[in-house]
């Protein structure tokens, strides 16, 4: 009896420990397959890019309406040190910078446009040009406000609606991560490239002269390299054929022989080489024999 009350109670208690883990993993999934309310508002605005560059492929999704960008970058640009940045983003309140010297082209209602950025006198010239296929004629649209402002004259030029618009965010591209890590990077590698160049003397100090002086001097001496114009061995002035025919009647006069001449050449750098002297010795003797 005690045994078969064991066992019921054994089976009541592994199935409540059974029931409150399905009921657990039924809970987790129903959390995992709703959506968090500040993630939805994230994913409602949401880039596909391709980095192929300096074509840049974007499809942007907004509200489940996809529109599809390609870029073809002309000139990267660079964020300069008082950087202008866009209007607080209503929805999140992000900003991006805008590069100076920023130009590309993208295609958008069926016309091909280039979009430029341009700082002067400390505001941002936005530009957008574009050929007229009706007239033929190169048409452009600026505006120092912001790139949406040039952005929506340009579609008004188009004769939209006043209900149509556009971001100037997006299609400037400014949201664009690769874009704004390669302007990154760049202005590195030129910092980098800058502070590897030596300054002018005017900017120095005169201690900084001095060892700059001094470290120019120690490369000329160790690579120096003296070089004379119209320079002529002293060999070549001397050994011509009357130098050499003196040699010779003088060693022969003095029994010098050909082992003995090599001997001195070897010792006395200053006296000509052996062969050329026997040279001009067999020339003689051949001289005299013919005649």
């Known amino acids: 009896m005690n045994n078969d009350s064991n066992t019921n109670t054994a089976d009541t208690n592994t199935s409540k420990f059974v029931g409150f883990f399905q009921n657990y993993f039924s809970q987790t999934q129903k959390s995992k397959s709703l959506p968090d309310s500040s993630d939805n508002q994230n994913k409602k605005s949401q ?10 492929y974007v499809t942007r999704i907004m509200s489940q309406r996809k529109t599809n960008y390609t870029y073809r970058i002309i000139s990267l640009g660079f964020y300069p040190l008082n950087v202008t940045k866009t209007r607080r983003n209503s929805i999140n ?26 700082y002067q006198n400390n505001l941002v010239k936005y530009t957008i040009s574009w050929i007229d296929h009706n007239s033929e004629t190169q048409q452009y649209i600026t505006s120092y406000s912001s790139a949406t402002d040039v952005s929506n004259k340009f579609l008004q030029k188009l004769g939209k609606s006043n209900k149509s618009s ?41 201690s900084q002269i001095n060892r700059r002086l001094r470290s120019l001097a120690n490369n000329i001496k160790d690579n120096n390299n003296t070089i004379e114009l119209n320079f002529q061995s002293l060999v070549d002035n001397f050994t011509t054929d009357e130098y050499l025919d003196s040699i010779v009647y003088a060693f022969d006069d003095a029994l010098v022989s050909r082992d003995s001449l090599r001997r001195l050449a070897a010792v006395i750098p200053g006296i000509d080489r052996e062969y050329l002297i026997s040279k001009r010795r067999t020339e003689i003797n051949n001289f005299m024999s013919n005649k």
């Open 93 to 118: 309140g992000t900003v991006y910078q805008i590069p100076d010297d920023y130009s590309f082209i993208v295609t958008i209602y069926k016309i091909q446009i280039t979009c430029k950025t341009q």
């Open 166 to 206: 556009i971001s100037g965010v997006k299609l400037f591209a400014f949201d664009l991560e690769c874009l704004e890590k390669r302007r990154n990077s760049q202005s590195i590698d030129l910092e980098k490239q800058r502070s590897s160049q030596q300054k002018p003397l005017e900017e120095l100090s005169l």
């Open 47 to 56: 880039n596909l890019v391709k980095d192929n560059y300096p074509y840049i």
